[in-house]
């Protein structure tokens, strides 16, 4: 007995992790090395392409609600991310290289993981889970449009990352919001108005990489990953109250708070690199170069990488999968991932990690689980089958996707410990009952 999982990103690493600890042999088929998307660089299994953040931490927010849930099924990914930490205030961020290395390590070395590098264009026979990310490849995205009639698309964009030693921190300082986390966890790069409005004016009419079957002019980015020029689009203030909104932070060299802020946050543990936080981006390299160079502290600073846009690919979920993340007209066929439209790192492996148990019941002629709505799991799994959803967009993290409180608290805090304290109520009450 054996399952068949297509991709080694998030998803497919926590699904094949889930199968083999139910003692099922997997074959984990991954086009890397042979083959990268555009947006890869890494030949490892499990590379974080747009950011290292893992977004919130704290239990008592859709984010971290979502990672402790996984933590209570014994997530690969949640005991990879908890042991490769670095600062990052209220979020969860990792080293991404010694992320994807403890990954590769635990699926490579595990003997009832077969790792396959090759290009799958064929979905084979068998139980099969499909978590070819957003970034499937032409053939194999093909074979699904055929299978199913139609499928959607948006377009995804990754930060630039300079060196931390070419930022001149006479003009840079180290602060978090309000002093969360250890205070000092980003690196933030103060504007006054004549600066951010000559930086806004050069962003704005900076050449952008085109991109293959895509409208420039009017592109249909996913709202959770949208270019910081496509965003500065919307109005001359509208990234002033998003990714370079102000608030919580004094600039020490002026004693008041700046009109605008770039933050950079660590991509490493090191502290080599950092990322601009909010700035993914689809601005022609040198155009990269030129436009990020006015932002104070980043006159001379050394580009590590710089940000790329690329496809992704996610299905009709509503009409093709059930809550269980099978196929409704095949239920040995598996989806989980971004391509099913749940949107984020961990929203993608948790899919993958429900895929992986599902697939394994279904194998062993078991009844396959959908987890409490409460939970936001079983929420999320709920949201991408609900028929009832007309015009089906990805969806992330959040709690307005789960079922309203019986004695909702007024205050916000409050009312978000008692979404968490629910769920995972219901979740361990849920795994005892069945065995799980």
Not at 245 to 253: E, I, Q, R, S
Not at 373 to 381: K, V, Y
């Amino acid at each position: 007995m054996q399952i068949n999982i297509i991709g080694g990103g998030l998803a497919g690493c926590e699904a094949a992790y889930q199968v083999a600890k139910r003692g099922i042999k997997v074959n984990l088929y991954d086009m890397k090395p042979e083959k990268l998307s555009p947006a890869h660089h890494s030949k490892k299994l499990c590379e974080l392409v747009c950011s290292n953040s893992l977004k919130a931490s704290r239990l008592e927010s859709a984010a971290g609600m979502l990672k402790q849930e996984m933590r209570m099924f014994d997530s690969l990914l949640m005991k990879c991310a908890d042991r490769t930490t670095v600062p990052a205030g209220g979020a969860l961020a990792v080293d991404r290289e010694l992320f994807s290395d403890m990954v590769n390590e635990e699926i490579k070395s595990n003997p009832l993981i077969t790792v396959i590098n090759e290009e799958v264009k064929e979905i084979p026979d068998g139980v099969t889970i499909v978590a070819s990310g957003p970034l499937t490849s032409e053939p194999l995205s093909e074979t699904i449009k055929n299978m199913f009639g139609d499928s959607l698309s948006f377009y995804d964009a990754a930060a630039p990352i300079v060196r931390f030693d070419t930022i001149d921190m006479n003009k840079a300082f180290f602060a978090s919001r309000y002093g969360k986390g250890d205070g000092d966890d980003y690196i933030n790069c103060p504007m006054n108005k004549e600066e951010y409005d000559r930086f806004y004016d050069e962003l704005v009419s900076a050449q952008r990489a085109p991109v293959h079957d895509f409208d420039v002019m009017n592109p249909k980015v996913y709202e959770g990953c949208m270019p910081i020029e496509v965003m500065a689009q919307r109005g001359h203030d509208t990234i002033r109250f998003g990714p370079m909104k102000p608030v919580g932070l004094t600039d020490p060299a002026t004693g008041h708070r700046p009109w605008a802020v770039v933050q950079l946050r660590k991509e490493n543990s090191a502290g080599v690199m950092y990322n601009l936080v909010g700035f993914q981006t689809n601005l022609k390299f040198p155009e990269q170069k030129r436009v990020f160079s006015m932002i104070p502290g980043l006159e001379n600073a050394e580009f590590v990488r710089y940000g790329v846009m690329h496809r992704n690919t996610f299905i009709n979920s509503p009409k093709v999968l059930s809550s269980d993340y099978s196929v409704k007209e095949n239920k040995n066929l598996f989806f989980a991932g971004q391509i099913t439209g749940v949107e984020g790192y961990m929203e993608s492996a948790s899919s993958g990690l429900i895929a992986g148990i599902n697939a394994s019941l279904r194998l062993l002629g078991k009844e396959t689980v959908t987890l409490p709505p409460e939970t936001m799991i079983g929420a999320l799994s709920r949201y991408i089958s609900d028929e009832t959803v007309t015009k089906f967009q990805p969806m992330g993290a959040n709690l307005g996707v789960l079922p309203e409180l019986l004695n909702r608290p007024r205050d916000k805090k409050e009312r978000a410990k008692a979404y968490s304290d629910r769920a995972f109520s219901a979740l361990e009450n849920f795994i005892n009952a069945r065995g799980l």
